[in-house]
């Protein structure tokens, strides 16, 4: 009596975990993106939430200004929150960036979307937004996916 698995037995498993890998492989790849959209979001109502807070420590120093997003360090919004975003660089697959004109690019799997903050009355005016909003063109599938 032999105690060992026969070549077809090995082909057949081989098989069957070949079916099961090309099955569960593009699976992951797309849970990976869809986790990485959740933190974008996750993002984008800290950073909202934190102009907001900062506007609102501005007014109680008599500042009736909106803040700046700025950054002092390797991060993006800093001066606004606590645990900063880091900038992921220009080539970028998922995460965000500061571009030279002032917005920020939100990527996810390559696919950028521009966030823009209006500071003053006259951006805002320029855009017919409010005052004090860091959003997108809600145009853009990507931005109604990340933004809302």
């Not at 120093?61 to 992921?88: C, H, K, M, R």
């Not at 690019?105 to 209006?118: D, M, P």
């Amino acid at each position: 009596m032999k105690n060992a698995f026969t070549m077809i037995e090995l082909v057949f498993v081989i098989v069957v975990l070949g079916i099961l890998a090309g099955v569960a492989v593009p699976r992951l790849a797309v849970t990976r993106d869809d986790a990485m959209s959740a933190k974008i979001r996750g993002d984008v109502a800290a950073i909202r939430t934190g102009i907001a807070l900062k506007k609102a420590e501005m007014q109680l120093e008599g500042n009736a200004s909106w803040p700046v997003l700025e950054s002092t360090g390797s991060g993006l919004f800093d001066n606004i929150l606590q645990n900063d975003i880091p900038d992921a660089g220009k080539d970028l697959r998922n995460g965000w960036h500061r571009n030279e004109n002032g917005t920020y690019q939100a990527c996810v799997a390559k696919n950028c979307t521009t966030f823009t903050y209006y500071r003053t009355r006259a951006e805002a005016d320029a855009k017919g937004v409010k005052v004090g909003t860091f959003d997108c063109v809600h145009t853009d599938k990507n931005c109604q996916a990340l933004a809302e």
